[in-house]
C-alpha cells in the first residue's frame, strides 16, 4: 500500500551521534532542513526515511547510509531505502573518479533494491536510475555512466511531473555531467533553472540552496548564489557540510571573512561528529581565507592544529562531503598555502613529503617544493619534484582520470617554467608560462579546493614583472583578478605592475584594494608597507 507523504522538520539543538541516531529519529537538537520523501514503506519507517534523505542531500553520507539501514531494520521490504545505500555508496558526485569496493557495494545495494519487496513503479525507477551510475563499471567509463543515470533522471521526472525529490535529484544529476571545459556552463544553468522556482516555494530545504551554490561554483556565475550560501547553512546547522558549503561562493567572490566564518563552525562541528576528513576541508578552506586578509598568525594556528586532525584520517571509512582524499588533499594543500601565499620560498622548498594513495594530493607537495627551490635561488634542485610531478600525472593517465591528469601536468608545465627562468632562459621560460596559464584558464579547480595552490596567470603575471615587462604583467594581474578576485597576491602584482608602468591612477586603486582586503591583517608583510607607503605618497 502507498503511504501519503508527509513533511519531517528535524528541529532538534545538539549533534546526533552515532549511537544515538540508531534509538530515535535524531538527537535532541539536530537541525536539517525540511525534506519529504514519498514512499510505500511501513509508516514507522516514515521519520527515518525523511531524515536519511535530509542527510543525503547535505552529502552526510556516513548518517544518511546508518539511518537508510536502520528503516531496512524497522521494515526489510522497503525497497528504495537501498537506493538511498547506493547513492552514499556514489559519495560527493563532484569528488572525480570513483573507484574501489565502494562501486562494486553501490551495485551490490540497487541490485539489492531491485530484488526487495513490492516496490512502486516510481521507486522501480529511483533504484534503476541509481543503478546506471555502477552499471558495467570495470569497462564503461565514469562519464559515461554519469550520463546514463542523468538520462535514467530525466525519464522518471517527466514521468512523475509532480514528484519534487525526482526533479531536484535530476538537476544534480545534471550538474553531475559539467564537463570542467564548457565556459557557456550549460549543464550548471539548466540545472540552476530547475533549481531557483523550487526553492522559491521550499525555502527550508537543504538539498536546494546546496545545490544552487555547486550549480554556480564558477567564477562568472557565483554571485548568483549568494543568498544561497548565506541561507543554507542556517538550514542545516547540523551538518558540517552545510557549514562549509557556503564558502565555496564566499571564496569565489574574494569575502574572505564570511568564508573563514562559516568554515570556523564547519571544523568544529565535524570534529564533534568525528568527521575528520569533512573538518579538514574546511580547515583548508579556512586557511585560504586567512592567508588572502594577511592573517598570517590565524593561518598559522589552523597549519598548527591540522596534524593533529590528519593523524586521526581514516582512509578505508566511508566519507561524507569530503572523501577521504579530501582529507590528505588539505593536509597538504595547507602547508603549501602557507608557505607559497606569503612568497616564503625556501620554506617551501623545504616541504616535507607525506606519500599516500592519492596521486592529486602528493602532486601538491611536489609542486610547491618545486616552485620554492626555483624561486629561491635554487633551479636545479627543483627537478627531482618535476620529474615525480610527471610521474604521478602518468600514474593517473593510466587510470584513465583526465581532469587531474591534466592539472598535474599544468602543475609540472609552471614549475618546468620557473626553473627554466630562473635558470637564465628567461624567454624560454615566460613561453612555457603563458602554455601553462593557458591550459588552466580553460579548465576549472576542483570542488576539493578553494583554488589553485598558486594561480597559473598570476604567475605568469610575477614572471613578467621579474622580466621587466610590467604592462604585460599588469593585464595577466587583471585577468587574474577576473577569475579569482580579491586574492591578495593577485591585487598587490596588479598594484606593483601599474607602478613599474607608470599607471599612477591604476596603481593608487590596486594598493587601496590591497590594503582593503587586508584591513584586518594580523601580520606586517612587506608588502602592506609597501601600500601603505604608496597610498600616503599618491594622497599628498
Given at each position: 500500500?502507498?503511504?501519503?507523504?508527509?513533511?519531517?522538520?528535524?528541529?532538534?539543538?545538539?549533534?546526533?551521534?552515532?549511537?544515538?541516531?540508531?534509538?530515535?529519529?535524531?538527537?535532541?537538537?539536530?537541525?536539517?532542513?525540511?525534506?519529504?520523501?514519498?514512499?510505500?514503506?511501513?509508516?514507522?519507517?516514515?521519520?527515518?526515511?525523511?531524515?536519511?534523505?535530509?542527510?543525503?542531500?547535505?552529502?552526510?553520507?556516513?548518517?544518511?547510509?546508518?539511518?537508510?539501514?536502520?528503516?531496512?531494520?524497522?521494515?526489510s521490504?522497503?525497497?528504495?531505502?537501498?537506493?538511498?545505500?547506493?547513492?552514499?555508496?556514489?559519495?560527493?558526485?563532484?569528488a572525480?573518479?570513483?573507484?574501489?569496493?565502494?562501486?562494486?557495494?553501490?551495485?551490490?545495494?540497487?541490485?539489492?533494491?531491485?530484488?526487495?519487496g513490492?516496490?512502486?513503479?516510481r521507486?522501480?525507477?529511483?533504484?534503476?536510475?541509481?543503478?546506471?551510475?555502477?552499471?558495467?563499471?570495470?569497462?564503461?567509463?565514469?562519464?559515461?555512466?554519469?550520463?546514463?543515470?542523468?538520462?535514467?533522471?530525466?525519464?522518471?521526472?517527466?514521468?512523475?511531473?509532480?514528484?519534487?525529490?525526482?526533479?531536484?535529484f535530476y538537476?544534480?544529476?545534471?550538474?553531475?555531467?559539467?564537463?570542467?571545459?564548457?565556459?557557456?556552463?550549460?549543464?550548471?544553468?539548466?540545472?540552476?533553472?530547475?533549481?531557483?522556482?523550487?526553492?522559491?516555494?521550499?525555502?527550508?530545504?537543504?538539498?536546494?540552496?546546496?545545490?544552487?551554490?555547486?550549480a554556480?561554483?564558477?567564477?562568472?556565475?557565483?554571485?548568483k548564489?549568494?543568498?544561497?550560501?548565506?541561507?543554507?547553512?542556517?538550514?542545516?546547522?547540523?551538518?558540517?557540510?552545510?557549514?562549509?558549503?557556503?564558502?565555496?561562493?564566499?571564496?569565489?567572490?574574494?569575502?574572505?571573512?564570511?568564508?573563514?566564518?562559516?568554515?570556523?563552525?564547519?571544523e568544529?562541528?565535524?570534529l564533534?561528529?568525528n568527521?575528520?576528513?569533512e573538518?579538514?576541508?574546511?580547515?583548508d578552506?579556512?586557511?585560504?581565507?586567512?592567508?588572502q586578509?594577511?592573517?598570517?598568525?590565524?593561518?598559522?594556528?589552523?597549519?598548527?592544529r591540522?596534524?593533529?586532525?590528519?593523524?586521526?584520517?581514516?582512509?578505508?571509512?566511508?566519507?561524507?562531503?569530503?572523501?577521504p582524499?579530501?582529507?590528505?588533499?588539505?593536509?597538504?594543500?595547507?602547508?603549501?598555502?602557507?608557505?607559497l601565499e606569503?612568497?616564503?620560498?625556501?620554506?617551501?622548498?623545504?616541504?616535507?613529503?607525506?606519500?599516500?594513495?592519492?596521486p592529486?594530493?602528493?602532486?601538491?607537495?611536489?609542486?610547491?617544493?618545486?616552485?620554492?627551490?626555483?624561486?629561491?635561488?635554487?633551479?636545479?634542485?627543483?627537478?627531482?619534484?618535476?620529474?615525480?610531478?610527471?610521474?604521478?600525472?602518468?600514474?593517473?593517465?593510466?587510470?584513465?582520470?583526465?581532469?587531474?591528469?591534466?592539472?598535474?601536468?599544468?602543475?609540472?608545465?609552471?614549475?618546468?617554467?620557473?626553473?627554466?627562468?630562473a635558470?637564465?632562459?628567461?624567454?624560454?621560460?615566460?613561453r612555457?608560462?603563458?602554455?601553462?596559464?593557458?591550459a588552466e584558464?580553460?579548465?576549472?579547480?576542483?570542488?576539493?579546493?578553494?583554488?589553485?595552490?598558486?594561480?597559473?596567470?598570476?604567475?605568469?603575471?610575477?614572471?613578467l614583472?621579474?622580466?621587466?615587462?610590467?604592462?604585460?604583467?599588469?593585464?595577466?594581474?587583471?585577468?587574474?583578478?577576473q577569475?579569482?578576485p580579491?586574492?591578495?597576491?593577485?591585487?598587490?602584482?596588479?598594484?606593483r605592475?601599474?607602478?613599474?608602468?607608470?599607471?599612477?591612477?591604476?596603481?593608487?586603486?590596486?594598493?587601496?584594494?590591497?590594503?582593503?582586503?587586508?584591513?584586518?591583517?594580523?601580520?606586517?608583510?612587506?608588502?602592506?608597507?609597501?601600500?601603505?607607503?604608496?597610498?600616503?605618497?599618491?594622497?599628498?
Amino acid at each position: 500500500m502507498k503511504h501519503i507523504a508527509f513533511a519531517l522538520t528535524i528541529t532538534l539543538t545538539i549533534p546526533w551521534t552515532a549511537a544515538a541516531q540508531h534509538e530515535q529519529h535524531g538527537a535532541a537538537g539536530e537541525k536539517l532542513g525540511t525534506v519529504h520523501f514519498e514512499t510505500s514503506c511501513n509508516v514507522a519507517t516514515r521519520g527515518d526515511f525523511d531524515r536519511a534523505v535530509a542527510l543525503l542531500h547535505s552529502f552526510e553520507y556516513r548518517p544518511a547510509m546508518e539511518t537508510f539501514t536502520k528503516v531496512l531494520a524497522t521494515d526489510s521490504s522497503c525497497a528504495i531505502a537501498y537506493w538511498g545505500i547506493a547513492l552514499c555508496h556514489w559519495g560527493n558526485p563532484f569528488a572525480g573518479l570513483k573507484a574501489g569496493p565502494a562501486l562494486e557495494r553501490g551495485r551490490e545495494a540497487a541490485d539489492q533494491g531491485l530484488a526487495t519487496g513490492r516496490p512502486t513503479p516510481r521507486e522501480k525507477a529511483f533504484i534503476a536510475a541509481v543503478g546506471e551510475l555502477y552499471n558495467s563499471a570495470a569497462t564503461v567509463p565514469h562519464r559515461d555512466r554519469t550520463l546514463a543515470y542523468a538520462s535514467a533522471m530525466e525519464a522518471l521526472q517527466r514521468d512523475h511531473p509532480q514528484d519534487m525529490e525526482a526533479k531536484i535529484f535530476y538537476a544534480l544529476a545534471v550538474n553531475q555531467t559539467a564537463p570542467p571545459t564548457d565556459k557557456t556552463y550549460a549543464a550548471q544553468l539548466k540545472a540552476a533553472g530547475i533549481l531557483e522556482p523550487l526553492w522559491k516555494a521550499h525555502p527550508d530545504h537543504p538539498g536546494l540552496p546546496h545545490y544552487i551554490i555547486h550549480a554556480y561554483d564558477h567564477p562568472p556565475l557565483a554571485a548568483k548564489a549568494l543568498d544561497a550560501a548565506r541561507r543554507y547553512a542556517k538550514i542545516a546547522p547540523s551538518a558540517p557540510h552545510a557549514l562549509h558549503m557556503p564558502s565555496h561562493t564566499f571564496t569565489r567572490v574574494g569575502s574572505w571573512k564570511e568564508s573563514a566564518d562559516t568554515n570556523i563552525a564547519s571544523e568544529a562541528t565535524a570534529l564533534k561528529q568525528n568527521v575528520v576528513a569533512e573538518a579538514l576541508h574546511a580547515m583548508d578552506y579556512q586557511a585560504y581565507a586567512y592567508l588572502q586578509m594577511a592573517q598570517d598568525q590565524a593561518a598559522r594556528g589552523v597549519l598548527g592544529r591540522m596534524s593533529g586532525v590528519a593523524a586521526k584520517l581514516d582512509l578505508t571509512a566511508m566519507g561524507g562531503a569530503a572523501p577521504p582524499v579530501a582529507g590528505v588533499y588539505a593536509r597538504n594543500a595547507i602547508a603549501a598555502r602557507y608557505a607559497l601565499e606569503r612568497g616564503a620560498w625556501a620554506e617551501a622548498a623545504a616541504l616535507t613529503v607525506q606519500p599516500s594513495p592519492f596521486p592529486y594530493a602528493d602532486a601538491i607537495t611536489h609542486f610547491a617544493r618545486a616552485l620554492g627551490a626555483a624561486r629561491s635561488g635554487a633551479a636545479a634542485a627543483a627537478g627531482p619534484d618535476i620529474e615525480r610531478l610527471a610521474a604521478l600525472r602518468d600514474t593517473l593517465a593510466a587510470a584513465k582520470d583526465a581532469y587531474w591528469t591534466e592539472q598535474l601536468d599544468i602543475q609540472r608545465q609552471v614549475a618546468t617554467a620557473w626553473q627554466t627562468f630562473a635558470g637564465g632562459k628567461r624567454e624560454d621560460g615566460l613561453r612555457l608560462m603563458r602554455a601553462a596559464a593557458a591550459a588552466e584558464d580553460a579548465t576549472d579547480k576542483s570542488a576539493i579546493s578553494p583554488g589553485p595552490i598558486a594561480p597559473a596567470r598570476e604567475l605568469l603575471g610575477e614572471m613578467l614583472l621579474e622580466a621587466g615587462q610590467a604592462k604585460d604583467a599588469l593585464v595577466a594581474f587583471e585577468a587574474t583578478m577576473q577569475k579569482e578576485p580579491n586574492r591578495f597576491r593577485g591585487a598587490y602584482g596588479a598594484a606593483r605592475a601599474a607602478e613599474a608602468a607608470g599607471d599612477r591612477a591604476k596603481a593608487s586603486r590596486y594598493y587601496q584594494q590591497v590594503l582593503t582586503i587586508a584591513k584586518d591583517a594580523d601580520t606586517q608583510r612587506a608588502e602592506l608597507q609597501h601600500a601603505r607607503t604608496y597610498a600616503g605618497q599618491s594622497r599628498r
